[in-house]
């Protein structure tokens, strides 16, 4: 079973930068889609992008479209979220998953998550 660890979280101000990653374990990762979701909270988990197995497509929530670049390194079973742009409304906990269907990329289920990385945008 893939077992997915996040980093890379952190506090930043309005305007920064921050990149965020994913390593996986114990499975296979070039045949699945990769997704990074966030949830804040008291809010509803909201998907933020995703990536096919390899690499070809990239999905994105319009809310951060233009902002966030997602990325896949096969060879290092790795998948990175570049955020740059960011907004206290970015402010949330990170989580990348993966799925084998395109169907459940943005509302899931998801075959795996990690534990998350909180993000935090300040003003």
């Known amino acids: 079973q893939v077992q997915l660890v996040e980093s890379g979280g952190g506090l930043v101000q309005a305007g920064g930068s921050l990149r965020l990653s994913c390593a996986a374990s114990?499975?296979?990762?070039?045949?699945?889609?990769m997704v990074w979701f966030r949830q804040a909270p008291g809010k509803e988990r909201e998907f933020v992008a995703g990536?096919?197995?390899?690499?070809?497509?990239?999905y994105y929530a319009d809310s951060v479209k233009g902002r966030f670049t997602i990325s896949r390194d096969n060879a290092q079973n790795t998948v990175y979220l570049q955020m740059n742009s960011l907004k206290p409304e970015d402010t949330a906990d990170y989580y990348c998953?993966?799925?084998?269907?395109?169907?459940?990329?943005?509302?899931?289920?998801?075959?795996?998550r990690g534990q998350g990385t909180q993000v935090t945008v300040s003003s």
């Open positions: 998953a993966l799925t084998l269907y395109y169907i459940n990329l943005k509302r899931g289920p998801y075959d795996a």
């Open positions: 114990g499975g296979t990762f070039r045949t699945h889609f």
């Open positions: 990536i096919s197995g390899t690499g070809g497509n990239t």
